[in-house]
């Protein structure tokens, strides 16, 4: 009895000898995906994270509202703190996190992260406009680039407390990737 060499199910021309552990289609190590319990296929995968995609049409834009409202209100507050604002901003961030996973009723989503960070983004743009206003009075006054640095001072605050609420959140709900 000759033994044929076996060969990748997706690139015909690739001998293998490596196998999906869920479904046993040969794969060649291009092919595969290691996971915790194995080699396995990308559609054996992707079939496998469909089971965790729960989220509903109407979870991305309440998690985008959330996440807007909350960046603003939180920033607004943490600018108030100063430098502790920069320590609480990672703390308020999980909070964001997990609000908005109440909202959502637990459910999961893969763009659910991008989408509150972005809705996070939106809710920073009110805290930019102040200082934007006063970048453009400065460049237009007398005085010229004196004011320069004052504005550039103020937009910056805000900015590193959101950022660091915001990627908080994305890290909070992005959960496991294979």
């Not at 600018?79 to 320590?87: A, E, K, Q």
């Not at 997990?98 to 763009?111: P, Q, S």
């Amino acid at each position: 009895m000759t033994d044929l060499p076996l060969t990748c199910a997706n690139h015909p021309n690739r001998a293998t000898t490596l196998r999906c552990n869920r479904c046993g289609k040969p794969i060649c190590t291009k092919c595969a995906v290691h996971t915790p319990v194995g080699y396995r296929c990308r559609e054996c995968v992707r079939g496998q994270q469909t089971i965790f995609e729960t989220a509903r049409a109407i979870d991305y834009p309440i998690a985008g509202v959330v996440a807007a409202v909350g960046v603003g209100l939180g920033t607004s507050v943490l600018t108030v703190l100063s430098f502790w604002g920069l320590i609480v901003a990672p703390v308020a961030g999980g909070a964001l996190a997990e609000i908005i996973r109440w909202a959502v009723r637990r459910r999961r989503g893969r763009r659910l992260a991008l989408v509150a960070t972005l809705g996070g983004g939106i809710g920073l743009l009110p805290h930019l406009l102040f200082p934007a206003f006063v970048l453009v009075t400065a460049i237009s006054s007398p005085q010229g680039v004196a004011g320069l640095g004052a504005a550039a001072l103020a937009a910056l605050w805000p900015v590193l407390i959101a950022g660091l609420m915001i990627s908080t959140v994305y890290a909070r709900l992005r959960g496991i990737r294979l």
